[in-house]
Nanobody
Framework: QVQLVESGGGLVQAGGSLRLSCVAS????????MGWFRQAPGKERECVAF????????WYAGSVKGRFTISRDSAKNTVYLQMNSLKSEDTAVYYC????????????????WGQGTQVTVSS
């Protein structure tokens, strides 16, 4: 099992920045990929960004490309999401996820999920 704990959410004005962190613990040696989803009130969960754990290859949703950057620190078993130029439509609960195998980037089949951290962008 792998446990994921997110942090870094909060309230920020439009145009501002936040950095989310997700620390993985447990059987982290099997991690293949980590990433972030988000879910806004009344909307479906959507993919945000992912990173492969070994090579660092990344994937971004079109709505965040150029504004968000995903990175990892393997030694700390931590994945980060740097969010710049935030917009009101970025308001959502952000969930960290990890997977142990190769699946489509934007897939609901990731193995482990965090509890989520709230990001609220005021306009």
């Amino acid at each position: 099992q792998v446990q994921l704990v997110e942090s870094g959410g909060g309230l920020v004005q439009a145009g501002g920045s936040l950095r989310l962190s997700c620390v993985a613990s447990g059987r982290t040696f099997s991690t293949y990929r980590m990433g972030w989803f988000r879910q806004a009130p009344g909307k479906e969960r959507e993919c945000v960004a992912f990173i492969s754990w070994s090579g660092g290859t990344t994937w971004y949703a079109g709505s965040v490309k150029g504004r968000f950057t995903i990175s990892r620190d393997s030694a700390k078993n931590t994945v980060y999401l740097q969010m710049n130029s935030l917009k009101s439509e970025d308001t959502a609960v952000y969930y960290c996820t990890s997977g142990t195998r190769e699946i489509p980037w934007c897939s609901g089949a990731y193995d482990y999920w965090g509890q989520g951290t709230q990001v609220t962008v005021s306009s």
